[in-house]
């Protein structure tokens, strides 16, 4: 049997470049390699862990969809759903008998979002890597392509596989993140990682070549020039990116202009520009050839689902099983 491979995004509006290259290359990696069974998909039920617009939502999901396909994920490869289309919720109820609240109130995911939403802590929030879990355990999958941000998220889901196998004698593999080159996008705010809830720290995957020169015209610089080269701020992170986009030759040429002539930020962050443009741009084209194709993307998502739910059904009947339920 091939190995699994399950990964997805919150539905939370258009993909930026932290998702692309945190996430969606992986998925591509491993959807073109033969050894694997590839199920990606629109995590909208994670979507409903902090405060949403039901509307825009429902046109969310299906951006995400859309990106997907635009990015390459191709449906004739890999099993392309959207996550409330398969009984995830319901196994996340039966592995939540095995998971300590202490334990999840204490996970850095879950303090960040108390911070940012204070009066919305919800038990779906609590929730949030139980229901991570289930969506890869549902599958048995054993690689998950995702950013470094949601290691501490896989690390439950390793122990939700133990403790259940120990408990029930279910058979879950303890999946294992699969690591791209850009795990870690920077800000372009100089501080943390580029993130859709802060305002000028991302690129989107549908911005133009002038929507992306403003927003790196934004990012902070330094004078150009110095004995050590920064280690962290906004530099440091323009770098990174030139490193990811141009390459890490790139990269040195500047390190070493740093240490000797200097940098000339303007025409490092046009050449930058241009470089995270050219990457783009064919997603671009895809997606807007997709946006007329209707009754295609709905098609993809019907197959998807059936698809999906097939595999799913069959594991949530096993574990209620194992655990004593009704099976019927
Ligand atoms: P979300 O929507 O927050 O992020 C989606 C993916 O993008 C990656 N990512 C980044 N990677 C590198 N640098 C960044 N700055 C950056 N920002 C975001 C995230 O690591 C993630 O891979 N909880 C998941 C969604 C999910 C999921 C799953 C993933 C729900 N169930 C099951 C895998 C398996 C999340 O963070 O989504």
Not at 122 to 145: E, F, H, Q, R, S
Not at 281 to 286: H, V, W
Request: aromatic fraction near 8%; hydrophobic fraction near 35%; avoid cysteine.
């Amino acid at each position: 049997m091939k190995k699994r491979v399950l990964s997805g995004i919150r539905a939370t509006g258009r993909l930026h470049l932290g998702n692309y290259m945190g996430a969606v290359k992986g998925m591509l990696e491993l959807q073109d390699n033969p050894e694997y069974e590839t199920l990606y998909m629109v995590a909208d039920l994670h979507t409903v862990t902090t405060p949403y617009k039901v509307e825009e939502l429902r046109k969310n999901r299906r951006e995400v969809v859309l990106d997907y396909l635009a990015a390459g994920l191709d449906p004739e490869k890999s099993i392309l759903f959207e996550q409330s289309d398969s009984p995830h919720a319901e196994l996340a109820f039966y592995l939540s008998s095995v998971v300590n609240i202490a334990r999840m109130q204490h996970l850095p995911t879950f303090k960040d979002k108390v911070k940012q939403h204070p009066n919305n802590v919800t038990m779906a929030l609590l929730n949030y890597p139980v229901l991570m879990a289930a969506d890869i355990l549902i599958y048995k999958a054993g690689l998950v392509p995702v950013g470094i941000d949601q290691e501490p998220h896989l690390e439950v889901a390793r122990e939700i596989a133990r403790k259940m196998n120990e408990t029930y004698g279910t058979d879950f593999p303890e999946p294992v993140r699969f690591a791209t080159r850009g795990e870690y996008v920077p800000s372009l705010t100089g501080e943390g990682k580029m993130s859709k809830s802060i305002e000028g720290s991302y690129i989107n995957l549908t911005d133009d070549l002038e929507t992306i020169q403003k927003r790196l015209a934004g990012a902070p610089t330094d004078s150009g020039k110095g004995e050590k080269i920064p280690t962290s701020g906004g530099v440091f992170n323009l770098l990174k990116f030139v490193e990811l986009f141009e390459g890490i030759d790139a990269r040195k040429k500047y390190e070493q202009a740093y240490r000797g002539q200097g940098i000339a930020y303007r025409e490092l962050k046009e050449n930058l520009a241009q470089a995270i443009f050219n990457e783009l741009k064919p997603i671009q084209e895809k997606r807007s050839e997709l946006e007329r194709k209707t009754s295609y993307v709905d098609e993809v998502i019907k197959r998807g689902a059936e698809k999906a739910r097939k595999i799913a059904k069959e594991t949530v009947l096993e574990v209620k099983e194992k655990m004593g339920l009704s099976f019927n």
